[in-house]
């Protein structure tokens, strides 16, 4: 049984450029949250995802958004970037209400 | 807002030996979850241990055990006969269930545990 994975498993991008992170959720989860880690700091929540549809938003800008397909699959956009958007963003699948289960995240470096 | 402190950056302790990460939480929920989660190098995040808000009895998982305690809202790590594998960063962090029914995950800072052979 796979469980979450991500891709890419780290990136370099410049300043005002999008970037696309992907997530497959464990089999059978349904529900995808994405969460950003800076560096020496604990996970922040940024969205879930359920049915396609951003169910629950953390406190980050509209440069985030993100998208979930049929098959449960979710991606992360971010816009614009800031050399502040250097993290790790964590992916993490569930049921709805239920345990969630982390991927091995990507690392994504702005320079 | 609600809040996840974990007032120990940095926690070193000897392999065989027992050692407490601390960790204090605050919402106005009366049920919730917490949780510890350890992230090695690998980055991967991994469930240690769960305790459920509503039980009063402490969870224990092998070498791994908390203590909670629901008026002090606080939930310590206790690891007896530390590994080196145990070597990590430790996440304590909580959930609650939304009227929604959805639910996100709060964490704190973290603990980065240290262990000598």
């Known amino acids: 049984d796979a469980g979450v994975t991500q891709s890419p498993t780290h990136l370099i991008k410049t300043r005002g450029q999008q970037v696309t992170l992907r997530c497959s959720p464990k089999?059978?989860?349904?529900?995808v949250s994405w969460y950003q880690q800076a560096l020496g700091q604990g996970p922040q929540f940024i969205f879930q995802y359920y049915e396609e549809e951003e169910r629950q938003r953390g406190n980050f800008p509209d440069r985030f958004s993100g998208h979930q397909f049929p098959n449960y699959s979710s991606e992360l956009n971010v816009n614009a970037l800031l050399l502040g958007d250097s993290a790790l963003y964590l992916c993490?699948?569930?049921?709805?209400?239920?345990?969630?289960?982390f991927g091995p995240g990507t690392r994504l470096t702005v320079t | 807002a609600q809040t996840v402190t974990q007032s120990q950056p940095e926690m070193s302790v000897q392999e065989a030996e027992t050692v407490t990460l601390s960790c204090t939480y605050d919402?106005?929920?009366?049920?919730?979850?917490l949780f510890w989660y350890k992230q090695p190098p690998s980055r991967q995040m991994i469930l240690v241990i769960r305790q459920e808000a509503y039980k009063q009895q402490n969870a224990t998982e092998n070498r791994f055990s908390v203590n909670f305690q629901k008026a002090a809202k606080s939930f310590s790590l206790k690891i007896s006969d530390s590994q080196l594998g145990d070597a990590a960063m430790y996440f304590c962090a909580y959930r609650i269930l939304q009227n929604s029914g959805y639910s996100t995950l709060t964490f704190g800072k973290g603990t980065m545990l240290l262990v000598s052979p």
């Open positions: 089999s059978g989860h349904d529900t």
């Open positions: 919402t106005s929920e009366s049920d919730y979850y």
């Open positions: 993490a699948s569930s049921l709805p209400g239920s345990q969630q289960y």
